[in-house]
Antibody, heavy 117, light 107 residues
Framework: EVQLVESGGGLVQPGESLRLSCAAS????????MNWVRQAPGKGLEWVSY????????DYADSFKGRFTISRDNAKNSLFLQMNSLRAEDTALYYC??????????WGQGTLVTVSS | DIQMTQSPSILSASVGDRVIITCRAS??????LAWYQQKPGKAPKFLIY???NLESGVPLRFSGSGSGTEFTLTIGSLHPDDFATYYC?????????FGQGTKLEIK
């Protein structure tokens, strides 16, 4: 069964850091470009970051440049998102997902990040 | 950045109706457009890629069309399971923006 499982979310204070992980099973992550997408409570979907299948190309929405870093470990079939200098407005459910360009859309169930003092 | 605008934001319809959701891009994106369905408390479900290609397993009552700046998602005959929120996303150029969503509700 194809599965993506995110982890690493939690409650942090403003200014703190979190590292999210996304573990793939049932398929080889190394074949896919990947994205992180987030959804604030009651809001729509927001694209956060992209990484190519090899890891050589990375991209971020402007709101996250300099604060978030996407990475992957294809040997461990895993994707990561390092989030620094977190703000209250970063509170959201964070999803990992394969790129739509692949013609296949695998999504995890999300991991909740809450930033609050 | 490319802005994606969906219309309507809310659509009321009945089981058996044919519905059309529109997604407009602020500049041409070719056919680099995807559609997703999301139900409350669930992850988005990938429906269509490259504007008109149905993901495996998606019912044939769903179809997508368009190119350039104007796209549509059509549901041929609504089933009870189709009431959800639908999003378009362009993946022509970064940032890979989503539309604001269309909530399809029961009339």
């Amino acid at each position: 069964e194809v599965q993506l499982v995110e982890s690493g979310g939690g409650l942090v204070q403003p200014g703190e850091s979190l590292r999210l992980s996304c573990a793939a099973s049932g398929f080889s992550l190394s074949s896919y470009d990947m994205n992180w997408v987030r959804q604030a409570p009651g809001k729509g979907l927001e694209w956060v970051s992209y990484i190519s299948y090899s890891g050589t190309t990375r991209d971020y929405a402007d709101s996250f440049k300099g604060r978030f870093t996407i990475s992957r470990d294809n040997a461990k079939n895993s994707l990561f998102l390092q989030m620094n200098s977190l703000r209250a407005e970063d509170t959201a459910l964070y999803y990992c997902a394969t790129s739509a360009a692949a013609g296949t859309g695998y999504w995890g169930q999300g991991t909740l990040v809450t930033v609050s003092s | 950045d490319i802005q994606m605008t969906q219309s309507p934001s809310i659509l009321s319809a009945s089981v058996g109706d044919r519905v059309i959701i529109t997604c407009r891009a602020s500049q041409s994106i070719g056919t680099w457009l995807a559609w997703y369905q999301q139900k409350p408390g669930k992850a988005p479900k990938f429906l269509i890629y490259k504007a008109s290609n149905l993901e495996s397993g998606v019912p044939l009552r769903f179809s997508g069309s368009g190119s350039g700046t104007e796209f549509t998602l059509t549901i041929g005959s609504l089933h009870p399971d189709d009431f959800a929120t639908y999003y378009c996303q362009q993946y022509n150029s970064s940032p890979y923006t989503f539309g604001q969503g269309t909530k399809l509700e029961i009339k």
